[in-house]
């Protein structure tokens, strides 16, 4: 009863944070669920069953590598900013909760691909909410932040998510809906390209990611035919992207033909003259920091922890202290913990990406590994992972891989004993 209670809560909380995104970030929602989580997971030990595997075994150092830094930390710094610091690693835990709900596991799926059926939807909603009828503002109700903001980065992968399972048919609609939830989609994704390089480029590495590696899987025959429709679907949404005004005052873009020109050419193009470049320069200039005084310098081992201002310890000069580590999380590792836990970060990608090579790789497990790389590729611009709106969803979806791997494990053992 506990267990299904917590299942619910989970899954509201998660919607929310799907749907609303920074929004209710300082709700401190996730946090509560996390621990709740916790509990549970000590509570339930006895009963409590996992793939223990190398993933794992790596998730379970992570987690102990920030408990110790953590106590290191609280000698240096203020606390909060030393927990804030330590739930980059912390939000793991979030994948190994997953297994609480193995008697409700296929319930808990598609609990989950219910939120993102409609997500589209709602994210619509709000934008014409916030652009037509508030004037392109929203009431700030927690911590400041306006209640209808949203991260393009993030809703690039949100965007995926739906994308994939409405590929794989895990979330349906009657043949009206489908064909709008894709026009949405599209135009949704128009505009994240126009705001946001690093979201553009997440949602296309995990969709080509999912599209090459499925190309010869048979349950997928209507995938080609979804591929035929991307340019009526382009024709449809693009005249609603050009009736579309937003402007983002703070990185001089709007909505465009010549911004998104210019935002995909930017990738590959350096031009000194735009704000892009230098979007592209700063960041490098600390990413070259962060790689001397680790690798080249004398925070080779350690790293310089969890508490620290990265931003102010590093000599990045920002309008005020918000910033604190740099848009790149797997630097972020390297500047807090050192070479030795970067290089386990990276050994824990491989060995979550490498199992797609195998001849018999579940799609649904290609789903869910696909859109981990989408996770990673966002968090490889922008501090991502760092917080609750996109560590949330990345490490649910890692759990709900990580725990299906053992069902399909499991399932193969027994029928070896059948025969």
């Known amino acids: 009863m506990l267990t299904r209670v917590y299942m619910h809560f989970y899954l509201v909380v998660l919607a929310l944070y799907v749907y609303f995104n920074r929004g209710i970030a300082y709700t401190y929602l996730a946090e509560l669920t996390w621990l709740i989580g916790f509990l549970l997971i000590i509570r339930n030990w006895k009963n409590y069953s996992f793939p223990w595997d190398r993933k794992v075994a790596f998730l379970l150092g992570f987690l102990f590598i920030s408990f110790v830094y953590t106590i ?21 835990l979030f994948a190994l909760v997953i297994p609480v709900f ?42 400041g932040i306006p ?6 980065g993030d809703l690039a992968v949100q965007l995926l998510i739906t994308s994939l399972l409405l590929l794989t048919g895990n979330i349906r609609y009657s043949l009206r809906y489908q064909f709008l939830n894709a026009i949405v989609v599209v135009y949704l994704f128009l505009l994240v390209a126009t705001f946001n390089r690093g979201g553009m480029l997440a949602f296309l590495v995990g969709m080509l990611f999912f599209l090459y590696y499925a190309r010869k899987n048979a349950a997928l025959v209507n995938i080609k035919s979804y591929i035929k429709v991307v ?34 050419t930017s990738i590959i193009v350096k031009d000194e003259k735009t704000a892009l470049s230098g ?26 922890g969890l ?44 060995l979550v990406i490498r199992g797609v090579r195998k001849r018999d790789f579940p799609l649904e497990h290609l789903l869910y590994v696909a859109v ?40 193969k053992t027994e029928r070896v004993g059948v025969y």
């Open 279 to 304: 979007n592209i320069v700063w960041r490098l200039a600390w990413w070259s920091k962060i790689v001397d005084y680790t690798i080249a310098g004398p925070y080779f081992l350690t790293g310089k």
């Open 307 to 350: 508490g620290i201002n990265l931003a102010t310890a590093d000599g990045i000069k920002m309008e005020d202290n918000s910033l604190r580590s740099p848009h790149n999380f797997h630097l972020n590792v390297l500047a807090r913990f050192g070479v030795p836990i970067a290089v386990a970060w990276i050994s824990f990608l491989v």
């Open 231 to 264: 340019l009526v679907l382009l024709c449809l949404s693009f005249p609603l992207y050009l009736l579309t005004n937003i402007k983002d005052p703070v990185q001089g873009r709007d909505t465009g033909i010549a911004q998104l020109q210019k935002n995909i």
């Open 102 to 143: 193995k008697d409700q596991f296929e319930e808990f799926k598609i609990g989950v691909f219910r939120i993102y059926k409609w997500l589209p939807f709602v994210v619509l909603a709000g934008l014409l909410l916030k652009t037509k009828i508030l004037n392109h503002t929203s009431p700030a109700i927690f911590g």
């Open 372 to 411: 981990f790389i989408s996770f990673m590729v966002n968090a490889s611009f922008d501090v991502a992972l760092e917080g609750p709106m996109s560590a949330f969803p990345c490490w649910t979806f890692l759990g709900i891989l990580f725990y299906s791997e053992m069902l399909s494990s499991c399932t």
């Open 72 to 92: 290191i930390g609280l000698t240096r710094y203020g606390a909060l900013d030393v927990v804030r610091d330590g739930f980059m690693f912390n939000y793991m």
């Open 147 to 152: 209640i209808l903001e949203y991260k393009n």
